[in-house]
């Protein structure tokens, strides 16, 4: 192969009370190409003044993963990304990045990886696999870590006509900074608490009541912690319910708020962003399907 195009949705993580655990991949897509050739980096569109345009990025982080794994020397490729997906939101732009380049490396290589050696890899560049597992899998996913370097990942259906309904703030944030705010222990009462709300949100979903949502959306593991440097978050949240949808969380890391919907979604919208504006809080709404595979090459030469 000369050159591979892959395709990898963006992906939101936690889902309320499944902190680093459970997943959901969007209908919106980030695009690369690697062709042979002298080492360059191009990328259009989201985060292209922001990403690096060397070896440091996921990308080639992700292709040389590849060729680690299979012992051989890292091919000299040129890089073009086009991106859609938010850089640093909480919608899974690194993973993204990850993910392309692993299946854009597997591919050129001529191994073609299966998904699971895919997230196997992605999960241990990452250190938790809530949002590779959807950007590989695609749909919704509940992934746990199995020994040091093993990873089990299980898909969960979700009703066809689910939305998802975003706002996407302006400011950047970086996962490093929002996961050392967390704290290492956590009492049994809020383990006990998330545990619950994540069982409930699995069955929900997958049985279709939407009813359970707003129970099954809470979180008491990273939410509060995070609310200090996304001090509009609950009221995103609670502007969502107002506006009718099932239940709403901070999407991964953050900063941007999901409020999952069926019906209502431009009524929800429409309070998500009227409570951000009242908030002083700058950014766009986006209303997207749920991407029920995940990514795939689309071109090869
Ligand atoms: N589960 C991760 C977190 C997602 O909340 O920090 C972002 O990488």
Redo the contacts with the bound molecule.
């Keep these: 192969m000369n050159s591979i195009t892959v395709r990898t949705p963006a992906t939101t993580?936690?889902l309320g009370p499944g902190?680093?655990s459970i997943g959901m991949a969007l209908d919106l897509w980030n695009e690369l190409t690697i062709t042979r050739g002298d080492f360059s980096i191009s990328t259009v569109g989201e985060g292209a003044d922001l990403v690096p345009q060397d070896t440091r990025n996921l990308i080639v982080t992700g292709v040389e993963a590849v060729f680690n794994h299979i012992g051989q020397s890292i091919p000299s490729l040129q890089y073009h990304c086009k991106n859609a997906i938010p850089f640093s939101r909480?919608l899974g732009s690194?993973s993204a990045a990850i993910v392309s380049g692993l299946l854009a490396g597997s591919a050129i290589s001529g191994l073609d990886l299966t998904k699971e050696e895919l997230t196997i890899l992605a999960a241990n560049i990452?250190g938790?696999s809530?949002?590779v597992a959807p950007a590989i899998y695609g749909g919704c996913t509940v992934g746990v870590r199995n020994g040091t370097k093993g990873w089990i990942v299980d898909q969960v259906s979700v009703p066809e006509d689910l939305f998802a309904v975003l706002f996407v703030p302006d400011i950047l944030s970086n996962?490093n900074e929002?996961?050392a705010v967390l704290p290492d222990q956590v009492s049994r009462p809020d383990a006990v608490y998330n545990i619950g709300r994540a069982a409930l949100l699995v069955n929900a979903l997958s049985t279709g009541r939407m009813e359970l949502l707003k129970y099954a959306t809470d979180d008491r593991l990273?939410q509060p912690h995070r609310t200090q440097a996304f001090k509009a978050m609950p009221h995103l949240i609670a502007a969502a319910l107002k506006g009718g949808a099932h239940g709403a969380f901070l999407s991964?890391?953050g900063p941007s708020v999901l409020a999952l919907a069926t019906g209502r979604e431009v009524t929800v919208s429409y309070e998500m962003a009227e409570t951000a504006r009242t908030h002083g809080l700058s950014g766009k709404p986006m209303i997207l399907s749920i991407a029920h595979c995940g990514a795939s090459v689309v071109a090869s030469s």
Excluded: C, I, K, P
């Design positions: 993580a936690n902190f680093d909480g690194s990452e938790h809530d949002n996962t929002s996961r990273h991964g890391s």
